[in-house]
């Protein structure tokens, strides 16, 4: 199985500050059609993962420009450019490459 | 609008059974393969099985291979799990998402369904 490290574990960030989160892979991410399978899912006190952003650096339907996603390889990071209220929670990086697995989970807390 | 509810879950007895259903509306449910998923207090989120749109090899975790079977119904418009020979470390909420193979994956998820197995 891929195994995927996210650091740190914890971030407590000011608001109005940027706040970034890295992943590495145990093996490349990259898949045989060409395509990176590397997706950042938030999950929000209470609620089910959401999806943020696909394929490193893709975002998703709704998500507000200040998440984006960056990388290749092994190595990707999810930043955002000035934390607000709602972006407390758990964040997760996840493949697709092979099967699917996650990273073990960055919890972004508000200094 | 993308809506997928699950339910099923419940407490049960190691070596029990349930039986997951996640209901999909709001798209083409026939088109989009789906995957359950499951969150866990020992590890966290964890990939669970994954079955194409229509017909074809469904796949498993080797943690659940022998035990769960998942299976849908394009005219219902559902994906189901059922979960046999349960054991503590199943207990978890278990999510269905929606997927696509070469495309986005897993790009909604339910609210999920809590399953606890405990005597």
């Known amino acids: 199985d891929i195994v995927m490290t996210q650091t740190p574990l914890s971030s407590p960030v000011t608001l109005g500050q940027p706040a970034s989160i890295s992943c590495r892979s145990s093996?490349?991410?990259?898949?045989?059609?060409?395509?990176?399978?590397l997706s950042w899912l938030q999950q929000r006190p209470g609620q089910p993962p959401r999806l943020l952003i696909h394929k490193i650096s893709n975002r998703f339907s709704g998500v507000p420009d200040r998440f984006s996603g960056s990388g290749a390889g092994t190595d990707f990071t999810l930043k955002i450019s000035r934390v607000e209220p709602e972006d407390v929670g758990i964040y997760y990086c996840?493949?697709?490459?092979?099967?699917?697995?996650f990273g073990q989970g960055t919890r972004l807390e508000i200094k | 609008e993308v809506h997928l509810v699950e339910s099923g879950g419940g407490l049960v007895e190691p070596g029990g059974s349930l039986r997951l259903s996640c209901a999909a509306s709001?798209?083409?449910?026939?088109?989009?393969?789906m995957t359950w998923i499951r969150q866990t207090p020992g590890k966290g989120l964890e990939w669970v099985s994954y079955?194409?749109?229509?017909?074809?090899?469904?796949y498993y975790a080797d943690s659940v291979r022998g035990r769960f079977t998942s299976s849908r119904d394009n005219a219902k418009n559902s994906v189901y799990l059922q979960m046999n020979s349960l054991r503590v470390e199943d207990t978890g909420i278990y999510y269905c998402?929606?997927?696509?193979?070469?495309?986005?994956?897993?790009?909604?998820w339910g609210q999920g369904t809590l399953v606890t197995v405990s005597s």
């Open positions: 709001g798209f083409t449910f026939s088109s989009y393969e």
């Open positions: 998402a929606r997927d696509m193979d070469g495309a986005i994956r897993t790009d909604y």
């Open positions: 079955i194409p749109s229509r017909g074809g090899t469904i």
């Open positions: 093996q490349s991410l990259v898949h045989s059609d060409g395509n990176t399978y």
């Open positions: 996840m493949q697709a490459t092979q099967s699917i697995t």
